[in-house]
């Protein structure tokens, strides 16, 4: 078959999509699988032979090591009720979404809109860890008893004195040799706490609780095989003696599920799969004739949501996979693209509502579920909101999944080859990002030399490439929103820009091979175009638009609001800004050092209140990297980032240390030699670490940035180094991270093995 020509990109390494929340569909029972000795003196050997064992290793050699600085200075967390884990957050931030509706709204109101902008820093901590460009900075942290809990993309685990910044103890994991599975970037959006332990979800699959005064290693489970595809992004939620997660990898065909797991031991209570098998409900939705429902994909991303009263569990799930295949996967693909509730005691499915139907586009729904109760009417509401990468907020009744606004199925374009739904359900009210390419779009923002096929959302495409809006960046993708009691708003950050779609039957891209990517199809961003968004106020009583800000990059952080009528979400650029609730008026700002990629959050200590965001950079939103936690307060000192004195800033004791090793592991990686294959191999590591989460394992099928095997650019060895020295088109320039012998040993591996020879 001929290609087309596709307008895009040189070698982008910008992006944003995929991510998305939790799961759903069948009971098991349980199954213990947690690694926890049968008796008291099978424990006390063990930990003799770990003890010993440890002796033996250097710090970065010993699997899970956990290092004490100073003495832990609060309470542990209870068994928390459900009465503590529902009421709005003051004092502590005790959950990822700040309590279990995840509305990240806090009751404080000692900083509000008439003094906001005399914020200024009060203490800033380094954490020394995750600087390379692979890893990105996405976590809320949470604080209790004057502690806070946070951890990096490269999954290192730091308590810090919430009030000074001084690390208390740090949890270094050792995460699995050779993992290669994870489809968007190395993160970790969280922990979560509850008896006395610090719940943490691996990025090969392993859930882990960790003793909360010393970063001890209590418990450790496998959730899944992380060969296969199965990776854990989320933050765990601790609820009612139970730990929640779901499984990510929706990109490498796996079966999604969320599970519970007893929080005392780590053993798997249920586990319930988001695509239903023979017999189950939902089942009938894919084909009949194949076990494409095995490989189906609908991971989960997100943390879920939880209402005690009506004992259900909430999350909302992400792609079919093949991404962009429909072609052997007839039907709407349940529960895919849906919100489901579940029974939180039994994993059983309560009800659930898709939200794309049969999607061929990656229009999963990324953005955690968010609850909230309102006066609709003249009657009380329990409702729920999850924001869509379509550009729609999808607001619920959450004892049925019912709208609770409305909805319309309308019948949209149909291409038979993609067996695309006949109809898709449109919620009434705003759309929150544009969902068509105009002909004036293509005057003004695309290339004199576009020529392709443009549509609208819900346009198919086959072997011609398409662009259409949202992307696959959405829309809402993963960065939390947040609802507001006092003003009724449902606060959103949404992307704008132009990507397009092709199918191509004979790439590998259409062929399952377990433990591979496997998206079906082509997607790359239009080369030269504007990457826009929003953030926007929604009344979250008729889905209408109360205020919108634009901003000319993507919107890649998360929100926090508080009863002080403020919103406060992080930039691209490093900044966090303020804005007034119910206006959207612009109020303050504070610039950090790298990009603000992470959701900001609020607690109080001793009387008063603090604002913190983690702060550092994200490979999918090419942004700058950096590892620090920024905290605000009325009493703050620091103006800006140059007002802070080096010897201020609280640095892990471990930094240097691992600043060597990481030294040390590039050294041996990046030695260029003259034999071959272990040049390649060097080049393949320096690929993974820093490339592979926009462009793909292969070269193709990345998230956000465009093929490498069909670029013109992989033919002139000269032009791809100057690329990857300088960047542009929105990759960032490697020149000051890459040595000149990685930037050669790279681009001889993107050459040799990435490129096609045609």
């Known amino acids: 078959m001929k290609r087309h020509t596709w307008i895009i990109t040189g070698v982008a390494a910008l992006a944003a999509v995929i991510i998305a929340i939790v799961i759903i569909s069948q009971f098991t029972g349980p199954d213990d699988v947690a690694k926890k000795p049968d008796d008291q003196s099978n424990q006390e050997e063990q930990q003799k032979d770990n003890n010993e064992e440890k002796e033996k290793k250097t710090q970065f050699e010993a699997e899970h090591q956990s290092f004490q600085h100073t003495d832990y200075p609060g309470e542990v967390s209870p068994k928390f009720s459900a009465e503590e884990l529902t009421s709005p957050p003051s004092a502590n931030w005790i959950t990822n979404g700040g309590n279990i509706s995840n509305g990240r709204y806090s009751q404080l109101d000692q900083i509000n809109a008439s003094n906001v902008a005399d914020l200024k820093a009060e203490w800033v901590t380094s954490m020394g860890s995750g600087f390379k460009f692979k890893y990105s900075g996405e976590s809320t942290p949470v604080v209790y008893d004057g502690v806070m809990f946070n951890i990096t993309g490269a999954n290192d685990v730091q308590a810090i004195n919430a009030k000074t910044g001084e690390i208390i103890w740090e949890f270094q994991p050792e995460l699995a040799d050779g993992l290669d599975t994870v489809c968007c970037g190395w993160t970790s959006r969280g922990v979560a706490i509850g008896e006395g332990k610090v719940f943490v979800g691996l990025l090969d699959a392993r859930l882990v609780a960790l003793d909360q005064k010393t970063g001890e290693v209590l418990w450790e489970t496998e959730v899944d095989e992380w060969e296969k595809g199965h990776t854990i992004a989320s933050a765990p939620l601790y609820y009612d003696g139970k730990v929640y997660t779901g499984i990510a990898g929706g990109e490498y065909g796996i079966r999604g599920y969320v599970a519970a797991y007893d929080a005392e031991m780590g053993r798997q209570i249920w586990r319930t799969y988001t695509i239903p098998g023979p017999g189950e409900e939902g089942h009938e939705t894919w084909p009949q004739d194949n076990n494409s429902w095995l490989t189906g994909g609908a991971p989960v991303w997100q943390t879920p949501a939880i209402d005690p009263e009506l004992g259900q569990i909430y999350f909302s799930t992400g792609n079919t996979s093949p991404d962009l295949d429909g072609s052997k996967r007839e039907g709407d693909n349940l529960f895919a693209n849906s919100v489901v509730a579940l029974d939180a005691d039994t994993g059983e499915r309560n009800w659930h509502f898709q939200e794309v139907h049969h999607d061929i586009w990656d229009l999963d729904a990324a953005n955690p579920v968010v609850l909230f109760d309102v006066e609709m009417d003249g009657e009380m509401k329990k409702g729920i909101a999850q924001a869509g990468k379509t550009g729609w907020v999808y607001i619920l009744d959450r004892t049925n999944g019912e709208p609770l606004i409305g909805m319309e199925e309308k019948e949209v374009p149909q291409l038979d080859k993609q067996n695309t739904s006949p109809t898709q359900p449109f919620p009434k009210g705003d759309n929150f990002v544009p969902q068509e390419v105009t002909e004036e779009d293509v005057k003004n923002d695309l290339p004199e030399e576009f020529d392709g096929k443009y549509g609208k959302l819900f346009t198919p495409f086959w072997d011609e490439p398409m662009t259409v809006k949202p992307s696959p960046q959405g829309g809402g993708n993963w960065p939390p929103s947040a609802y507001n009691p006092n003003t009724e708003y449902f606060y959103v950050l949404g992307n704008d820009n132009y990507f397009s779609y092709a199918h191509y039957a004979d790439d590998e891209e259409n062929t ?247």
């Open 512 to 758: 399952y091979e377990q433990g591979k990517e496997y998206l079906g199809s082509v997607w790359q961003p239009v080369e030269n175009s504007p990457m826009r968004s929003t953030v926007t106020a929604i009344d979250i009583k008729t889905n209408k638009i109360a205020w919108q800000k634009n901003w000319d990059t993507i919107a890649y952080s998360g929100v926090l609001t508080t009863k002080g009528n403020l919103v406060f979400v992080g930039h691209n650029d490093g900044r966090i800004i303020a804005y007034d609730a119910k206006t959207g008026d612009h109020l303050w700002e504070f610039k950090t050092d790298a990009g603000a990629n992470a959701p900001p959050i609020t607690y109080e200590i001793d009387g008063k209140q603090y604002i913190s965001i983690f702060s550092a950079g994200n490979s999918l939103a090419g942004t700058k990297h950096g590892d620090k936690i920024y905290t605000f307060s009325l009493e703050g000192q620091h103006n800006s980032v140059e007002d802070i004195p080096e010897e201020e800033i609280n640095t892990s004791p471990l930094a240097e240390k691992r600043e060597e090793h990481e030294k040390h592991e590039d050294q041996d990686s990046n030695q260029t030699q003259n034999e071959g294959n272990a040049s390649l191999d060097q080049g393949r590591t320096i690929y993974e670490n820093n490339c592979l989460s926009c462009h793909g394992d292969q070269g193709a099928g990345g998230h956000n940035g465009p093929s490498i095997k069909n670029s013109d650019i992989t033919k002139d060895r000269e032009k791809l180094i100057e690329q990857i020295k300088n960047g542009s088109g929105g990759m960032p320039p490697f020149g000051g991270t890459l040595s000149e012998d990685q930037i050669n040993v790279l681009s001889d591996y993107i050459m040799e093995k990435l490129a096609n020879k045609e």
